[in-house]
Structure formats: structure tokens, C-alpha cells
């Protein structure tokens, strides 16, 4: 046994490295027979003697190779074996969870941590799944480069690191099998991060939070009540307002009587998110004989360094909250912005110095300016067109030469423009869009009307062409909004784009003439943004609508351009008659656009008859046309439609919104409809 092992050693052989050790056995004979040949050349006795020297060199060299080169080559391997099995055991022993795996996910070794955290003592040829269920295949990354996954086991959190390894021979040496795909294994290395996670989270929760909040309506409700109950009316609500922020863990300070600072972390903010604010619904209970209920907005500032820069998030989100009418919170993250609230409608203010304010800062501004160019949204109504004819009238009265923009002209404006381009104009009243673009310099005051959104304007290209913009609306303020207007008038609480323009056009000039043409516009944009005075109507709207009737609109001129023809009357009444009541009380029905010139028209006026039914809160109408489905919302008082169509893109007001999706089908667009109302009846937002 002993001859056959020796025997065995003797066949192993120098490689590598340690073979380029023994490279001196050879130099150093070759030197000396340099050595040798030179003494011979110089002195034959001394070169002999020499020459004799090199041979027993060379002998003994041979001889202390043949002598040694087993026992070292058996002592590396020796030490191989020993540090191999030293390393095994460490690793076997190693404090971090550890395994290997095949690419199916049969394991194919583990070490005693793992062993341990998995619970079976015996766990080779057995699917990783079966022990780790969060480990399933899709969690194995397909290449080199690995992968990271987190998973909860026995109420500890894993981040479990995969590193995809080739590995044929180590692990038949390991397991005795092959893997399936016979390259490669995948390892596996488990860290326990929940200590981590909990000093994450407790970090999370310490972030500095900033709110301010705001009392919308605090005069008008302050005028409702008598004298001697106005401070009990003050106390009460900022007890409320005091109380919800302690048990939320704040701290609030009375910047003025209807102002207030909100200090707080994350946690707070967190759990007010999950409690949905309910200081706005508590502070409307608070009634000592006021006829108006009180209303709050929230603006809160998070995720910035410091104090200063979260007050300043928390003063832009405000402004936030107020644009879009109030009674609702706005959380700013960095650009990112959340809504909380705004189920109810703004509360129409009485005084009209907002409008005279902004009606004569508008005309300082038209002198300023060379032309005018006005434009409306994307598939212009009558709304955007009458508030279009109006401004266009505030600038000819200035003596400017002013112009609208229109793409397609649909049939529900397509008399209204007929009328207009024959009354007769010094200038072309309507432009296209190139026609635009060529006019548009920075002389040119560009004014936008019935949108806030630069992708809603009729051309978004005109923005950036001049740097004198006004934007005159009534919608509600969303995240996306025209920057840097050097004029901005949005009143969420009036009806319509045209009752803006008629109240500004009051203080504009007491003189101002309209023409027929022009007071019936603007008149129709009221009558189809109000449903015919049965929605959204406030005081100022009937003032609005008195002051177009003293300037010549004609009601039954009006009525008559309205008329429809007999296909759009059948495409309104099948949509009316295939709605669908979803959850009881939202209708929902799709409006057939083929052979209809403006089917999304169709499809609003669809939307506002299924409210005549009774029952339903909340009527959606979808609309497919040139490759897009447009949904038209309509409520009365009971849902906010507006807040629901901006969880889908769009936008608008609490009765009136709608709302574009693209690269959809119908079918589609009327599942995405529902799993937002269902979401959000589960969560409480509607």
C-alpha cells in the first residue's frame, strides 16, 4: 500500500505558479556551464577543475529533485486538503445564512444557519419554495449580475442576495448530482434586516413635517352669526383644530385669526393620511347658528432638509388648495403633490373686487401689447369659444387687433363660427395653428381661456413664443398648470369660463358694446356649462346673465343654435337607454360616435340626462374618438366627480369633469371607471 501510494505521489506534477519556482534548477546548472566554458578559454587546468565542480552540482541537483519533489508535492497537497476542509467547515459554521441551489431551485447544500433558520434538518434534493414560499422561481435573477429579494420568515425580514455561479465541478464534489442545466448554481445569502428596517422606519417617522391651515370661508361665516358668538364660534373651531393635531402628535401655533402653523413629524402626517384628514368634516359640524358651514385647507410641505424648505413646500401647497377652491389638504413632496378632500363646492363669494381687480389688470396689460391671440382647450366648446369672443372684445375695445385659435371646428361650434367670421371684422377673427405661430412674438399677449393645463390648450406651442400669458378659468387648479402667467385669474367657484369673462368684461369698460353675435357666445357658455341654470348656478352667474341680456343676447337665437339633428338625437338617447347602474347608484353607459361629426358632445349631453334619473349620484358617459376615449362625468351635489376623473388623468369641477385615456379600448376604459369608483368607495374619498 505504501509502494502504490508512492507510487501515486510520484505522478504529480509541478503546474503554474509554483512550477516558475523551480525555474533556478535549470538557470543556475546553465550558468556554470557558461562559467565553465569561459575558464576553460582562459586556463584548461581551472576550467577542468571548474567542470568538475558544475557536474556534482548538477548531480546533487537531480538528486535533491528526485529526493523532494514527492514529499513537497505531497505536503501541498496535504495542505490543500486540510485548508479545503478548514474552509468547509467555516463556511458550514459561517454566522449568515448560506446555500446553494439549482437553477430549478433544488437545493443543493446549505450550511447550519441556514439549516437552522429553515427549520428541517435534513433539506438536500428539496425545492427551496417548499421551505421559503417568498422564494419562488420568478425571484431567481437570469443572469450574473444577481438580484436582491426581501422576505418575512417567523416574524423576521430577509433580504436574500442570488448570485447565478457556474460551478459544474465544485458541486459534484459537493452534492454528488449535477445541476439540471449542468453550468451553473445559484447561491444563496440570507441577512436579517429587521433591526435595520425598524431604525428605517423609526427614521421615517421622525422626518420634520410643516403644515399651515387655513380657514377658507372664516368672514362669511363670521358675518352669519351675531356679535357676541363670534368668539365662542373662534374658540370652538380652534379647539378642534388644536385637539386633532395633539392626538396626531403636533403642535399648532395661531398665526392670525384664521391662520394657523402645523408642526409634526411623519408619523403624524402618516397616520392623518390614514385617518383622511377628518378634521375637514369635523370642523363643518361646528354650528352656534351660523347659516354657513365653516371650511379649512391644509397645505403641508414634507421630504426636505429642513424646517425652511418644508414651510415653503407647505405655502406653495396651500396656494395649491385655495386655486382649486379649498376645503381640502394638499401634500407637497418635492414636485409630487396629493389630494385629500374637496368633496364639496366652493362657496360663492358676494364681493366682486377680485374680479374689478383683475379686470384692470388685464386691460393695462392688452395696452400694452401689440395683438392679442386667444385660445380655448382642445375640441373648442361653446364655453371656451364665448369666453374666446368676449376677451377678443375686451381687445378691440383697446383699439388692439385681436384673433382666436381653432384646430378642427366640430359641428356643436360650427354655427356659432359661421356667425361670427360674417358679422364682419377689420382682421380674420380665427386663426389655425400655423397662422398662430407666424403672428406670436414677444409683443404678443396670449390669452388662455376655460384651461389651466398647457396639454389641454388648442396650441401649446404659442406658451413658449411669448413670455405674456393670462390664464382665465374656472377650473380647479391641478399638478400640471401653465407657469410663469404674468396674469392668472381661476375662480373654481364660478360656472363658467363665459361668467368670468362677463364679470371682467363689466369692469373692463362701463361702456363696452357687444355685439348680438358676441352676447349670445357668451350667454351659451353659461346656458351649456349649467345645464340650463340647473347646475353650478350661483347669484353672480343669474348678475352675469342679465348683464349679457342688457347687451342683446337672445334667448330664443340661442335656443335655436343648440338644435341638433335627428342622428345626434338617437346617439344621446341609445346612450341613455344601454347606462349601466354600477354599485347602485353611478350610470355608466358608453355613447356610439360612428357617423357623428362631435361624439364627446354627445356623449356630455348623454351624461347630463341620466341625472334626471333617480337614484343615480354620478353619471359617466365614454366616447371613443380619433383613438381616444374621452369620459364625460356628471353629478348634481352628492358626488364630487371632479376628484374621481383626476385619478384617471383628467380634471374639471365637482359636478362637471371628464377625463382622456389613450392606447385603450372601451372595454378597458369602463373597467379602469370602476375599479377607481370601488377604490375609492373603500377608502372614503367619494
Same mark, same amino acid.
Request: charged share 25%.
Given at each position: 500500500?505504501?509502494?502504490?501510494?508512492?507510487?501515486?505521489?510520484?505522478h504529480?506534477?509541478y503546474?503554474?505558479? +509554483?512550477?516558475?519556482?523551480?525555474?533556478?534548477?535549470v538557470?543556475?546548472?546553465?550558468?556554470?556551464?557558461g562559467?565553465?566554458a569561459?575558464v576553460l578559454?582562459?586556463?584548461?587546468?581551472?576550467?577542468?577543475?571548474?567542470g568538475?565542480?558544475?557536474?556534482?552540482?548538477? +548531480?546533487t541537483?537531480?538528486?535533491?529533485?528526485?529526493?523532494y519533489?514527492?514529499?513537497v508535492?505531497?505536503?501541498?497537497?496535504?495542505?490543500a486538503?486540510?485548508y479545503?476542509?478548514?474552509?468547509?467547515?467555516?463556511l458550514?459554521?459561517?454566522?449568515?445564512?448560506?446555500?446553494?441551489?439549482?437553477t430549478?431551485?433544488?437545493?443543493?447544500?446549505?450550511?447550519?444557519?441556514l439549516?437552522?433558520? @429553515?427549520?428541517?434538518k435534513?433539506?438536500?434534493?428539496?425545492?427551496?419554495?417548499?421551505l421559503f414560499?417568498?422564494?419562488?422561481?420568478a425571484?431567481?435573477?437570469?443572469g450574473?449580475?444577481g438580484?436582491?429579494?426581501?422576505?418575512?420568515?417567523?416574524?423576521?425580514?430577509y433580504?436574500?442576495?442570488?448570485?447565478?455561479?457556474?460551478?459544474?465541478e465544485?458541486l459534484?464534489e459537493l452534492?454528488?448530482v449535477?445541476?439540471?442545466?449542468?453550468?451553473?448554481v445559484v447561491?444563496?445569502c440570507?441577512?436579517?434586516i429587521?433591526?435595520l428596517?425598524?431604525?428605517k422606519?423609526?427614521?421615517?417617522e421622525?422626518?420634520p413635517?410643516?403644515?399651515?391651515? %387655513?380657514?377658507?370661508?372664516?368672514?362669511?361665516v363670521?358675518?352669519s352669526v351675531?356679535?357676541?358668538?363670534?368668539?365662542?364660534?373662534?374658540?370652538?373651531?380652534d379647539r378642534?383644530?388644536t385637539?386633532y393635531?395633539?392626538?396626531?402628535?403636533g403642535?399648532?401655533?395661531?398665526?392670525e385669526?384664521d391662520?394657523?402653523l402645523?408642526?409634526m413629524?411623519?408619523k403624524?402626517?402618516?397616520?392623518?393620511e390614514?385617518d383622511r384628514?377628518?378634521i375637514l368634516?369635523?370642523?363643518?359640524t361646528?354650528?352656534i347658528?351660523?347659516?354657513?358651514?365653516m371650511?379649512?385647507?391644509?397645505?403641508?410641505?414634507?421630504?426636505?432638509p429642513?424646517?425652511?424648505?418644508?414651510y415653503?413646500?407647505?405655502?406653495?401647497?396651500?396656494e395649491?388648495?385655495?386655486?382649486?377652491?379649498?376645503?381640502?389638504?394638499?401634500?407637497?413632496?418635492h414636485?409630487?403633490?396629493?389630494?385629500?378632500?374637496?368633496?364639496?363646492?366652493?362657496?360663492?363669494?358676494?364681493?366682486?373686487v377680485r @374680479?374689478r381687480?383683475?379686470?384692470?389688470?388685464?386691460?393695462?396689460?392688452?395696452?400694452?401689447?401689440?395683438?392679442?391671440?386667444v385660445?380655448?382647450?382642445?375640441i373648442t366648446?361653446?364655453?371656451?369659444l364665448?369666453a374666446?369672443?368676449?376677451v377678443?372684445?375686451?381687445?378691440?375695445?383697446?383699439g388692439?387687433?385681436?384673433?382666436?385659435?381653432l384646430?378642427?371646428?366640430?359641428?356643436?361650434?360650427q354655427?356659432?363660427?359661421s356667425?361670427?367670421?360674417?358679422?364682419?371684422?377689420?382682421?380674420?377673427?380665427?386663426l389655425d395653428?400655423?397662422q398662430?405661430?407666424?403672428m406670436?412674438?414677444?409683443?404678443?399677449?396670449v390669452?388662455?381661456?376655460d384651461t389651466?393645463?398647457p396639454a389641454?390648450?388648442?396650441?401649446?406651442?404659442?406658451?413658449y413664443?411669448?413670455?405674456?400669458?393670462v390664464v382665465?378659468?374656472h377650473?380647479?387648479?391641478?399638478?400640471?398648470?401653465i407657469?410663469n402667467a404674468a396674469l392668472? %385669474?381661476?375662480?373654481?367657484?364660478?360656472?363658467?369660463?363665459?361668467e368670468?369673462?362677463a364679470e371682467i368684461?363689466?369692469?373692463?369698460d362701463?361702456?363696452?358694446?357687444?355685439?348680438?353675435i358676441?352676447?349670445?357666445?357668451?350667454?351659451?357658455?353659461?346656458?351649456?356649462?349649467?345645464?340650463?341654470?340647473?347646475?353650478?348656478t350661483?347669484?353672480?352667474?343669474?348678475?352675469?346673465?342679465?348683464?349679457l341680456?342688457?347687451?342683446g343676447?337672445d334667448?330664443?337665437?340661442?335656443?335655436k %343654435?343648440?338644435?341638433?339633428d335627428?342622428?345626434t338625437?338617437?346617439?344621446r338617447a341609445e346612450?341613455v337607454?344601454h347606462?349601466?347602474?354600477?354599485?347602485g347608484c353611478? @350610470?355608466?353607459s358608453?355613447?356610439?360616435?360612428e357617423?357623428?361629426?362631435?361624439?364627446t358632445?354627445?356623449g356630455?349631453q @348623454?351624461a347630463?340626462?341620466l341625472?334626471?334619473i333617480?337614484?343615480?349620484?354620478?353619471s359617466?358617459v365614454?366616447?371613443?374618438?380619433?383613438r381616444?376615449?374621452?369620459?364625460?362625468?356628471?353629478?348634481?351635489?352628492?358626488?364630487n366627480?371632479?376628484?374621481?376623473m383626476?385619478?384617471l388623468?383628467?380634471g374639471g369641477?365637482?359636478n362637471?369633469?371628464?377625463?382622456?385615456?389613450?392606447g385603450?379600448?372601451?372595454?378597458?376604459?369602463?373597467?379602469q371607471?370602476?375599479?377607481?369608483?370601488?377604490?375609492?368607495?373603500?377608502?372614503?374619498?367619494i
Open positions: 500500500m505504501k509502494e502504490d501510494k508512492a507510487t501515486n505521489k510520484m504529480l506534477k503546474s503554474g505558479k +509554483l512550477m516558475r519556482h523551480w525555474y533556478w534548477c538557470l543556475l546548472p546553465l550558468l556554470l556551464l562559467l565553465t569561459v578559454y582562459v586556463d584548461t587546468k581551472a576550467g577542468l577543475i571548474v568538475g565542480f558544475t557536474i556534482a552540482a548538477l +548531480l541537483l537531480v538528486i535533491l529533485d528526485l529526493y519533489r514527492p514529499r508535492l505531497t505536503e501541498l497537497v496535504d495542505f486538503n486540510q479545503h476542509s478548514a474552509e468547509h467547515e467555516m458550514k459554521r459561517f454566522v449568515i445564512p448560506h446555500g446553494l441551489v439549482q430549478d431551485g433544488r437545493i443543493l447544500w446549505m450550511n447550519d444557519r439549516t437552522e433558520l @429553515a427549520g428541517k435534513e433539506a438536500g434534493h428539496r425545492n427551496i419554495t417548499a414560499p417568498q422564494l419562488d422561481m425571484c431567481l435573477p437570469p450574473e449580475d438580484g436582491n429579494v426581501e422576505i418575512t420568515h417567523n416574524d423576521r425580514i433580504n436574500v442576495s442570488m448570485r447565478r455561479i457556474s460551478l459544474d465544485m459534484q452534492s454528488g449535477e445541476a439540471a442545466d449542468g453550468s451553473s447561491e444563496l440570507f441577512f436579517d429587521t433591526e428596517n425598524a431604525l422606519k423609526e427614521n421615517f421622525q422626518k413635517i410643516v403644515g399651515l391651515i %387655513y380657514m377658507d370661508n372664516y368672514d362669511e363670521a358675518d351675531e356679535d357676541v358668538r363670534r368668539s365662542m364660534l373662534e374658540a370652538l373651531i378642534r383644530i385637539k393635531a395633539s392626538a396626531m402628535g403642535l399648532t401655533k395661531k398665526l385669526k391662520k394657523y402645523l408642526v413629524h411623519q403624524g402626517l402618516s397616520a392623518m390614514e384628514f377628518s368634516e369635523d370642523v363643518k361646528v354650528n347658528g351660523n347659516s354657513i358651514s371650511t379649512i385647507s391644509i397645505g403641508v410641505g414634507v421630504n426636505n429642513d424646517y425652511p424648505q418644508n415653503e413646500a407647505a405655502r406653495s401647497a396651500m395649491m388648495a385655495l386655486a382649486r377652491g379649498g376645503d381640502q389638504v394638499v401634500v407637497k413632496d414636485e409630487k403633490l396629493t389630494f385629500f378632500g374637496g368633496k364639496t363646492q366652493r362657496a360663492e363669494r358676494n364681493t366682486r @374680479a381687480v383683475k379686470a384692470q389688470a388685464l386691460r393695462e396689460l392688452i395696452n400694452t401689447k401689440e395683438r392679442v391671440i385660445m380655448g382647450h382642445k366648446d361653446i364655453d371656451s364665448g374666446s369672443v368676449g377678443c372684445r375686451a381687445a378691440q375695445e383697446a388692439k387687433p385681436a384673433h382666436i385659435v384646430g378642427e371646428i366640430n359641428s356643436n361650434i354655427p356659432w363660427v356667425a361670427l367670421e360674417s358679422d364682419g371684422h377689420e382682421e380674420k377673427l380665427f395653428h400655423e398662430a405661430v407666424e406670436t412674438n414677444s409683443n404678443t399677449a390669452v388662455v381661456v389651466n393645463r389641454m390648450v388648442e396650441c401649446e406651442e404659442l406658451l413664443l411669448t413670455k405674456t400669458i382665465l378659468d377650473h380647479r387648479q391641478g399638478t400640471e398648470k407657469e392668472s %385669474y381661476i375662480e373654481p367657484s364660478a360656472s363658467s369660463a363665459c368670468m369673462i368684461l363689466q369692469y373692463y362701463e361702456e363696452i358694446r357687444l355685439k348680438p358676441e352676447a349670445d357666445s357668451i350667454y351659451a357658455g353659461i346656458i351649456v356649462d349649467t345645464d340650463n341654470f340647473m347646475a353650478k350661483g347669484m353672480r352667474t343669474f348678475e352675469a346673465a342679465a348683464f341680456r342688457r347687451k343676447a334667448m330664443t337665437r340661442v335656443r %343654435y343648440f338644435r341638433n335627428m342622428d338625437y338617437k346617439a346612450a337607454r347606462a349601466e347602474a354600477f354599485m353611478y @350610470a355608466i358608453v355613447c356610439p360616435g357617423g357623428l361629426e362631435s361624439p358632445v354627445i356630455a @348623454a347630463n340626462e341625472l334626471n333617480i337614484g343615480v349620484k354620478a359617466f365614454l366616447t371613443e374618438f380619433n381616444k376615449i374621452y369620459i364625460s362625468a356628471r353629478a348634481i351635489d352628492e358626488v366627480v371632479q376628484i374621481i383626476e385619478r388623468g383628467g369641477h365637482m362637471i369633469a371628464g377625463a382622456q385615456l389613450e385603450v379600448s372601451i372595454e378597458e376604459a369602463r373597467a371607471l370602476k375599479e377607481v369608483l370601488t377604490q375609492m368607495t373603500k377608502e372614503g374619498a
